[in-house]
């Protein structure tokens, strides 16, 4: 499969062959639900909690007597039927989110995910991606240069200078291929891929 290749101006005068077991896999949108989903449970830190009817704050004494009132009957203040009462399953903080997933799997969705983007020409190639200095600046006339906005930036080993230039940019990301996810592939409008990366995702993926 070809996918173009910008030069420094941000325009494409030739293309670069990447492999189809990577980008030129068929969209299996059921896959790719299924990964995004676990992705985001997993991430869930389960700190959550709620009292129960034994842990609320409550007087043992019987609200009023059993019969003759007209009213239900009532043994504390404490039950789930209350306001101020405890809940009848109470979320615990040490729940369990985590879903399982294959790597045979979670790998066949990636690669899905990137067919589609290769799909639809939001996938561009460039030979490096590195800054002179740690300046937003610099890092924001680069992406100017390039037409990019939104736009997650993946190269085989990311320095220093393009880490401190990048982390304030709210839609600028620059990831190493080995942590890459598929949160931020769906996340960002564009993917920009270094060669050196492209020959990496062969190798983890292919």
């Not at 300046?135 to 320095?159: C, F, M, N, P, Y």
Request: proline residues 4%; glycine residues 6%.
């Amino acid at each position: 499969m070809e996918i173009k290749l910008l030069n420094e101006q941000g325009k494409s005068e030739s293309t670069v062959s990447v492999p189809d077991a990577v980008f030129g896999r068929d969209f299996n949108e059921a896959l790719v639900h299924q990964i995004v989903v676990a992705f985001q449970a997993n991430a869930r830190s389960g700190n959550r909690a709620q009292k129960g009817r034994d842990e609320v704050k409550h007087s043992t004494k019987k609200p009023w007597r059993q019969k003759g009132t007209g009213r239900a009957r009532a043994g504390m203040t404490s039950s789930p039927l209350w306001r101020g009462g405890g809940r009848a399953f109470p979320n615990s903080p040490d729940e369990n989110f985590s879903q399982k997933i294959n790597k045979k799997m979670y790998r066949a969705g990636i690669r899905s995910i990137l067919s589609q983007l290769a799909r639809e020409g939001r996938v561009a190639v460039v030979e490096d991606f590195a800054l002179e200095t740690p300046k937003t600046k610099q890092a924001v006339e680069r992406l100017k240069t390039l037409g990019l906005e939104s736009v997650l930036i993946v190269t085989d080993s990311v320095d220093e200078n393009t880490y401190l230039a990048t982390r304030n940019l709210p839609h600028v990301a620059v990831i190493e291929p080995r942590y890459i996810d598929p949160l931020s592939l769906i996340h960002y409008k564009n993917l920009l891929i270094t060669k050196a990366a492209v020959a990496q995702f062969e190798e983890m993926l292919g």
